[in-house]
Structures are given as C-alpha cells and as structure tokens.
C-alpha cells in the first residue's frame, strides 16, 4: 500500500491532501491518512497574508511564521552561511547538519531560505502506522527511511514548483538511536545513489545526544558533513520577533487576542531564547477571558469575608481618588452580593454599628433614612428580588453618605431584637403599668391590715 | 352518661376559670364595667339601636372602631352577652396552636366562651395571615353543639384589626364571604383608614367616639359613691383631662391615685403612665444636644420602651408631641411631615426601632439646623 501510494503519490494526492492552500512544498513520507492534518498544518510557508481573521490557533499560528530573511530570528551571519551552503549545491548529494537548541528558528529559517533559492522542501515524518510492501510484508521503520532517503527524490510532483529539490529530516528514526551502524549504512547508500541534498536538523539541547552518537566525528569525516549550528535567539532578535508577531496577532486574531505591550514584556522578561515557545505564550497570556468568568472567580476567592468584615466595610467607606472624581475600594456591589442570603441581619448589624463611624447630625439622619427605606423595601417579602436591591441600595447609601468617617475603636454591636413577646396594644399596655402600681400598694398596705379584714374584702 | 360527665367536667374547668378571671378582675376597670346595653353610661343613644339590632336575632358582621379608652370592647360585651346571655360571661383563656407553612409553630392566647372567641391576630406579628385563616375556619366550620343555644352562629371577636398585615386582611375578607352562615365577626380597630376598604364595606361600622369630659368626670363619681369614697369634684376634672379623653386610663388613674393618698385632696399628684414621662425626657435630650451619641443614646431608650411592649405607634405620637413643645410654626410643619413618612414606612416594614430612630434623627438634624441658623443671626 505505501509502496503504490509511493509510486503514485507524486502523482496524484489523496483529494484530501489538497488544502485550499494548496503549497508548492509537498510532503514526501510515506505516511498514510492519519498524517494528513499534520502535512497541512506543517505546509505552509506561503500562507495568503489575506487570509480571515482564524478562530483555529494553528493557522494562527501559521500567520506568523516569517515571509522574509529579514524576519528571522536566528543571526544575519548564520542565514549567510545557511545560503553558501544552499548556493554550493550542485546536483551531487550533500548533507548538512543543521544544529541548535530547540525553537530557535532552524527550521522555518532552512524552509524559507531553501525556497527563496528555489528548492522544494520534502520532509521526512516518522509514520506511526504500518506499511505494506509488495508483498504483504510488514516494512521495518528504518527501511522506509531508507527508501525515502534514496527514492523520495526520484520523481517530480505534479504540484513542485521548483526545479530542485531539497530532502529534510528532522525526525530520525528511533532505530537509528540503538544501531548507529545501520545509519551509517543509510548515508552510505544515500551517497551511493541519491541526487538531492539532504538536510538533518538535529535539536542541539545539553541533555540530548543526537550530535554525539549519530553525527560523530568519524561520521561527519567519512561523509564530509557540512555542520551549522546555531545558537538561542537573542533578546534583540526575539524582541524583534515579538513585536512582528503581535501585530499580526492583533490583526488577525483581534476577535479572541488582544496583545498589548505588557505581555510582551512579560514573555521577554523569562524568554530563554526560544521563539516558538515564546510565541506559544504569548498567544496563550493575550486570550481574551470571558468577563463571566473572571467574575465568578473573585466571588469564590472572596466567599469567606465575614459578616463583621463586611460591615466594617461598609461603615469605614475607603475612597481612593480615580482621575477626576474617586471610588471605593471595596466595591459595594462585591459587599453586597455576599450577603444576599441574609439582607435582613445585615441590615440589622448595620443598623446597630453606622453611628459609630459617623461623623456629623445631616449624614446620620439621611443613613438612617436609607436603612429605614431599605427595612421598607424589605418587607415586601412578595418580590424576593427587592431584598437584593434594598441591600445594594443601603450598602451603597451609607457608604456615599458617610464621606469622612470617623475612626477610633469601636466594637461591633449586634443589631438588638425588639421581639414581640407581649402583646403590643395600648390598652394592655396602661392596664399592665396601672396594676403594677396599684397591686404593689394594695400589697404593702395589706400587710398592716388583719387577715378578718382580707377575708371581707375578698367576699 | 359519658356524655354528661364531659359536661359536667366542662363546667367545672369553667367555673374555675371563671373564678380565676374574677380573682383578677379586683381594678376598678373591671370591676364597673358594664355589662348590658341598657346599664351604658354614655352614648345611650347608640345603645338603644345596638340593641334594636341585636334583637333582630341576625346582625351583619361589625367593625367597631373608635380611639383608646372609649368603650368599644365594653359595647362589643354587652351585645355578645345580649346575644347569648350570661353564659358568655363563663371565659376561658386557652392557648391555641398554629404552624405557618413554613414549618414555624407559634401559639396566641385567646379568651373564649362556649359561644364566642377573642382574638388578638397582631400578636404573632407578620404571621397573623394564618391565624386569621386557621383560627375562623376552625371556629366556623363547626355548628353549635348546644342546641339550646338561641343562635345558630359563633362570634368571632378580633382585635386589633388595623394593626393586621395587608394579607392578613385579605385573607379576612375570604374567610367573611365564606363562612358567613356559621359565624359572626366582630372586629375591633382604633381606626379604620388601615382597614382594607374591602373589609369595611363588608361590615356595619360602628363608631365609639370619646366620652367628653363631664361624661368622664360622672363615671368616676359614680364609681366613688359605689366604692364608697369621697372624690373632689376638682380632681375628678383634673383626672378626665389628664386622662386624654380615655375612660380606660381615667379610671385606673384614679384607682392608682386612690392607693397613693387617701383621703382625695384635689391637688394631689394623679400618675401618669410610666413612658409618657420617659418619652418627655427623651424629648428633652433631643433638643438638648444634636450628635450621633446622643442618638446612639436615644436608641437605647427607645430599644427600652419596645421591650416593655409600648405599642410602636404610641411611641411615635408621644414622641411627637413631646418633640413638637420645642418647635416654632414652620418647624412644626417639616417634623409633622418627616414623622408621617416614618409612621407610615413603620407600618409597612417589620423593624419599627429603624423608623423611630430615624424620625429621631431627622428631628436632630432639622433642630440642629434652626439653632445653627438662629445662632447665626444673633452674630
């Protein structure tokens, strides 16, 4: 099967390998469906620079790879040499090592470099599925690289462009890791038999010892390796870097990005010289959060101010001054949306501790107009909603009201209960207060008085 | 035979209650208070047509209403007794047990006959809307047991009606319409612009005004010459007028006035009722110095009075008054105004302390003002 897609696939692609987009870089590998969303997210270079606005962040992402030399992050010098090299192919097989930390740009640079000298770029991708050769044989992983490296190159896609061709690994076979020779073997055969230039990119970080093991000294020797290295992006490089992206970021993702200067500065600040990381975060630092969201967030982090807190809040109004005019600092509507369950004792403690703090006879009378307002609007027990406004309306009320609050120490008193034990009726009120009086003196007067004469009254 | 051993046992619980209520009835109040129609002191004219009505043997249900201490519970007796007989004079006081839907259970005192039942909704605060539902249906949906009873209805008597939440009242209205047949409302208000006008026009009103002051100044004479005491004509005047126009606290004024000094003289000292005297000084702090501890300190005082029970409308309107001493004209107007508007938010709202503290204050603030303002002119 891959054999034949093989065969053919320079000639004609699965229908769905052809993106709109279709690039002129083809993707040589034998890989099979599964791999066709990876071909179109890595095809690109020549993205339209017209394209709409994307929700999807990988072709937003592609947006920002870079159209020209001059955008690239890794050093002019190093573009320089990368050219040289490019320019001293002359039809016979050459491989480079191109080395250096990850994300520091090798990859896009050789892609964009490799076109403008008029290559077509074949890469080879590991394919995790497994092929069948002729003869319904199992193919090992390391032959298919093996057949890549010498026939990719054999026939021309109807889709090239260029005249050139340019084969690139990036991902070396994992069988290679143990048996260094058979690797050997491979380069061995490509310079036998293959005509393209071949290209390893090879990420160079401290823990990794691909350099070591597979392009040894004796390796690069015996098969003149031209090796290139190059080091992290700079902070002038990665600024630069930064700023282009950011207002193609604005541009095209300004629906769901929005990239200020802050970010910015916040990724160079911890960049390591890693662009494609850098990228990565900022997109992911600049998403626009739903307002909601963030909302509901501060509610949970403030759900365990107490009531006492609350209503010292509220009584010990904090203003800081915001341009012009001023605000609280505790925003009331936050107050009071911790207390909705409970307006009627928060009124109360409210109640019971505003005199503390106030300073002058005008402000408390309209304090306590506003709480006797709020009381009112309280009662109507019929709209469950008016407890929640009449609390925001009082909050808000005596926080406005009270300008210069008065400090000192004071301790929060409870709101008292005028609970309604007796009857409350005037009648029974005078009636209470008149037999008292009376009764106590009936009662002193009668102790002077004989028992026959209690006897006489009582009949 | 089961069944006159209960009645039997019924009797004796209601004679000993009796007995009880009688040992209670020692105050003058009580004591000449009468109890038919045609033993009424004052406004015999009104007596005469109750009487016509009741005799009628079917009367509509009656919203009796008037101020303090002018009689409407004594009139309201005697036609229940006029109704029934002395068997309504065996009472019972007897704790029924209510719960709201809510789960809440609650209970309210009432004082019953075998023929009529006393009320005072209001004491449950803003439950009274169950009260008033359970308590009429209950009462209502059963007939008389005693045939000989000459009426086919039970009285319900409910007091305090204008202090009944507005659901209260609507619930009353249904339960008038419904139960017609079996029962008799008769409810007693101090005045009826709180009465839904549904309920009003559903009721024969009936008014007890004032008994003037020789009225007043007659009862406690003839009260003396029962008791057998020598009362001055002077302070009988100087009681009626402190009294307010209210026979109810005329008569305990004297009774208290006897058990200070007797015999009478007619400049004795005649006690007036506790808070009138602790809501003068309360006045008298407010006009004396306007801060906010003074009003934290005229919380405290007002926090005392509602726990002894002071009906809140009463504090208001001694307040008022007490305050209203201090003012000039324009100011009386403003104070009259701001003391409307809290009276009525107090009435609409559960916490009566925020409405009378804040008609405090506003008192505070305006004096305040005026005597920063006069002071301002003398400079």
Redesign the interface.
């Known amino acids: 099967m891959s054999q034949s897609k093989k065969s053919k696939g320079d000639w004609l692609l699965p229908s769905f390998e052809i993106a709109p987009n279709t690039s002129h870089i083809k993707k040589r590998s034998s890989t099979d469906d599964s791999c066709s969303n990876k071909m179109n997210v890595e095809d690109d270079i020549c993205t339209d620079p017209k394209r709409k606005s994307s929700n999807n962040l990988a072709a937003l992402l592609m947006t920002c790879e870079p159209q020209q030399p001059s955008e690239l992050a890794i050093s002019r010098q190093k573009q320089k040499t990368i050219q040289e090299w490019l320019d001293s192919i002359n039809g016979s097989p050459k491989a480079l090592v191109l080395s250096g930390p990850s994300g520091c740009g090798k990859t896009v640079a050789l892609k964009l470099l490799a076109k403008n000298s008029g290559f077509d770029v074949i890469e080879w991708i590991t394919p995790v599925d497994q092929a069948m050769d002729e003869n319904n044989r199992v193919m090992r992983q390391g032959e298919r690289f093996e057949d890549f490296m010498v026939r990719a190159t054999r026939y021309n896609s109807i889709f090239s462009k260029h005249s050139r061709r340019l084969l690139l690994v990036k991902d070396i076979p994992n069988v290679y890791l143990v048996e260094k020779d058979s690797f050997s073997d491979v380069l061995q055969k490509y310079f036998e038999m293959a005509r393209e230039p071949l290209v390893f990119v090879v990420s160079d970080s401290g823990s990794s010892r691909l350099m070591q093991t597979l392009f040894s000294e004796n390796i690069r020797k015996a098969f003149k390796l031209d090796v290139i290295s190059i080091g992290a992006a700079t902070a002038t490089s990665m600024k630069n870097v930064l700023k282009r992206v950011s207002s193609i970021l604005n541009l095209k993702g300004g629906h769901i990005l929005n990239v200020t200067q802050e970010n910015i500065d916040e990724i160079l600040s911890n960049g390591i010289g890693d662009v494609r990381s850098a990228i990565l975060n900022l997109i992911f630092i600049s998403l626009k959060v739903p307002n909601n969201e963030s909302h509901s967030e501060c509610t949970v982090r403030e759900e365990s101010l107490g009531l006492l807190h609350g209503v010292g809040r509220v009584i010990n109004p904090k203003r800081i001054p915001d341009g012009d005019s001023w605000k609280f600092v505790h925003d009331p509507d936050e107050i009071a949306s911790l207390f909705q369950s409970q307006p009627g004792v928060f009124l109360g403690f409210l109640h019971g501790n505003y005199l503390n703090t106030i300073g002058g006879m005008d402000e408390a009378a309209t304090c306590i107009n506003i709480l006797s307002l709020s009381d009112t609007l309280i009662s109507e027990w019929r709209d469950p909603n008016l407890g929640r406004v009449a609390l925001s309306y009082c909050i808000r009320g005596l926080m406005v009201t009270n300008e210069k609050p008065v400090s000192g120490w004071n301790p929060v008193r409870k709101g008292q209960h005028d609970d309604r034990t007796l009857q409350r009726d005037l009648g029974a009120a005078e009636l209470r207060w008149y037999e008292s009086r009376i009764l106590s003196k009936t009662q002193k007067s009668e102790n002077s008085v004989s028992v026959a004469e209690i006897e006489g009254i009582i009949e | 035979m089961v069944r006159f051993f209960f009645k039997l046992l019924y009797f004796f619980v209601g004679v000993f209650n009796y007995l009880l209520l009688l040992e209670k009835m020692s ?1 003058w ?1 009580d004591k000449h208070r009468p109890t038919s129609l045609s033993k009424l002191d004052y406004h015999t004219e009104q007596a005469k047509h109750l009487k016509n009505l009741v005799q009628e043997s079917d009367f509509p249900h009656l919203l009796v209403y008037g101020p ?2 002018a009689g409407k ?1 004594t009139r309201i007796m005697c036609i229940i007794r006029e109704l029934y007989g002395s068997g309504v004079e065996r009472l019972r006081m007897e704790t029924m047990h209510f719960e709201t839907p809510s789960q809440k259970k609650m209970e309210i005192m009432t004082i019953n006959s075998n023929y009529h039942i006393e009320v ?1 909704p ?4 803003i439950n009274d809307r169950v009260v008033v539902m359970d308590l009429v249906k209950t009462v209502a949906q059963t007939h008389q047991i005693d045939s000989t009873g000459q009426r086919e209805f039970k009285v319900v008597l409910l ?2 009606v204008d ?1 009944l939440t507005k659901d209260a009242q609507h619930a009353l209205r249904r339960t008038m319409e419904k139960y017609v047949a079996t029962c008799r409302l008769i409810l007693c208000a101090n005045s009826t612009s709180r009465v839904l006008p549904a309920i009003r026009s559903r009721c024969l009103g009936i008014r007890v005004p004032s008994p003037t002051i020789p009225e007043i100044t007659s009862i406690l004479n003839s009260i003396c010459k029962r008791e057998g005491l020598n009362l001055p004509d002077k302070l009988a005047t100087r009681v009626a007028e402190a009294s307010g126009r ?1 026979l ?2 005329a008569i ?2 004297l ?2 006035c006897k ?2 000094q007797y015999p009478f003289t007619p400049e004795q000292n005649i ?1 007036e ?3 009138q005297v602790y809501l003068r000084e309360t006045a008298k702090l407010m006009v004396k110095e ?4 003074k ?2 300190q005229i ?1 405290g005082r007002l ?1 005392d009075l ?7 409308d ?1 504090i208001f309107k001694v307040l008022f008054q007490e305050c209203v001493k201090y003012c000039d004209l324009q100011m009386k107007m403003d104070i009259a105004a701001v003391a409307a508007e ?1 009276e009525h ?1 107090m009435i ?8 009378l ?2 008609f405090v ?2 008192f ?2 305006i004096y ?2 005026f005597m920063d303002l006069s002071a301002g002119d003398f400079m």
């Open positions: 105050l109040v303090p201490g519970k005072n209001s004491d449950v605060g007091t305090n202090q209210n109810r606290r305990l004024m009774e208290a058990v200070e006690t009722p506790d808070w306007q801060s906010p501890s009003l934290l919380r926090y509602l726990i002894h029970a002071i009906p809140c009463l809290y938010t609409r709202s559960s916490k009566a302390i925020f409405h503290e804040a204050a506003k505070m603030a305040k003002r």
